[in-house]
Structure formats: C-alpha cells, structure tokens
C-alpha cells in the first residue's frame, strides 16, 4: 500500500548517458513534484506538475526533462549525465496546487528517493 | 527563491536533554510547514503553522511561528533516540526548504 512510490532506489551510470526515475502515486492526488537534495542535504524543488501541466520549473537544465503520461505518474529523465548529477532525487505529491498564496497549505508526501551517482 | 535559513546546521545531544532548532527568512510567509527526514526516507510533514505567533504542540515537539511571519522555531522537550533525523523547515507554497538541522539524540 505504498503511497509514492520510485525506482530505481540506487542508480550508479557513467558520465555522459541518458537514464530515467520513474515516479507513481497512489493517493490521488492531482500535484507532483521533482527535488533534488544534494550532497549538503539541501532540498531544492525542481519540476511540479498538476493534472499532468506544467507549473514549476525551478532553473534546471533542459537536459532534465520530465514526463507525465497521467496525473499518477511524474518521471524524470536526464540526458548527457554530468558528475554535478549526483544527488538523491525525491519525487512528491500533494492534494492541491499551492504557490505560496495566502491561506494555501498543503502536506506534500515524499517517496523514498533515488540516489544517483554519475562516475 | 526565498532563502530560509536553518539554525544550528547540526545538533548531537544526550537522551534527555532539551533543544531548539530555528528558521529565519527575510521573507514573510503565509505559512510554514517542518518535517523530518530519517536516513534513506522522503520527509515526513510533522507541523504546518499558519498564524503569526502560532504555538502548536505535538507531543514533546512544540513549534512556533513568529509574529512577523518570517521565522519559526522548533523545540524538543526530553529528546529520545527516535527524534533522530534531518529536520526542515518549508516556506512559501512549501516548494522551498530550509538548509536543514540534523539532529542526533546520543542514548
């Protein structure tokens, strides 16, 4: 009864491929979202999607792009891997749309990450 | 992006003892959420804090939101080994996190 779920858990590939993290969940809910928590355990919002449209993304390189095929699904996939790559990647989801706008809070429920490293 | 900063970076304290841990920002917010981390898990949301002086226990865990709205605190009476983890603060639609404390309660 996992509710966001991820794979792969660990990912080790070479500098310079392509690779894909898939992303589901089972809750629901109509927003998804990409972060990237770095060696420093800094976590930094990078893509979020409601009812499968575009509405957060945060600065990152075009060689991220992400897919979503429905409103359960957020994949991340990442072209020309670079060493800077490396991180833990979390993927979430949330009841509702929020941007920060007075009165609105949501709870985000977190996946249990996937830890990539780029040799 | 809005910077909240997280105060102390790390934290190692005995079974027992009490501690705080704050977020500050420049920045009002109209809430602000903590959640905790334990090692190979996603974050947890424990508290989110909407009015400005807001006190919300849970708990050993009080949390309060400053009456500007720009800054918060986190404060564990008693700590236990299970409080162990990377504790955050989230600001602004909760998109943004803090630099994070991690906390290790030594038994």
């Known amino acids: 009864d996992t509710a966001v779920s991820q794979t792969p858990k660990y990912l080790v590939t070479q500098m310079g491929n392509d690779k894909s993290i898939k992303c589901e969940q089972n809750?629901?809910?109509?927003?998804m979202y990409w972060y990237k928590q770095d060696s420093k355990k800094f976590l930094k919002i990078m893509f979020s999607?409601?009812?499968?449209?575009?509405?957060i993304n945060e600065t990152v390189p075009n060689r991220f792009s992400p897919k979503s095929p429905d409103k359960a699904h957020l994949n991340l996939h990442i072209n020309s891997l670079e060493l800077g790559d490396s991180a833990v990647y979390f993927c979430?989801?949330?009841?509702?749309?929020?941007?920060?706008?007075?009165?609105?809070?949501?709870?985000?429920?977190f996946g249990p990450g996937t830890r990539l490293t780029v040799l | 992006t809005q910077l909240l900063e997280q105060s102390p970076q790390f934290l190692s304290i005995q079974e027992g003892e009490n501690l705080t841990v704050y977020c500050n920002s420049s920045?009002?917010?109209?809430?602000l959420q903590w959640y905790r981390q334990e090692p190979g898990e996603g974050p947890v949301l424990l508290v989110t804090?909407?009015?400005?002086?807001e006190v919300k226990k849970l708990k050993r865990l009080t949390f309060q939101f400053g009456d500007a709205r720009k800054d918060s605190s986190l404060h564990i009476t008693a700590a236990q080994t299970g409080d162990t983890g990377l504790y955050l603060c989230?600001?602004?639609?909760?998109?943004?996190f803090g630099t994070g404390t991690s906390l290790t309660v030594i038994p």
């Open positions: 920045s009002v917010f109209s809430s």
């Open positions: 989230a600001g602004a639609g909760q998109f943004y």
């Open positions: 809750l629901g809910h109509d927003t």
């Open positions: 999607y409601n009812n499968k449209e575009l509405i």
């Open positions: 979430a989801s949330s009841p509702m749309e929020g941007r920060g706008l007075a009165g609105t809070y949501n709870e985000q429920f």
């Open positions: 804090v909407v009015t400005g002086g």
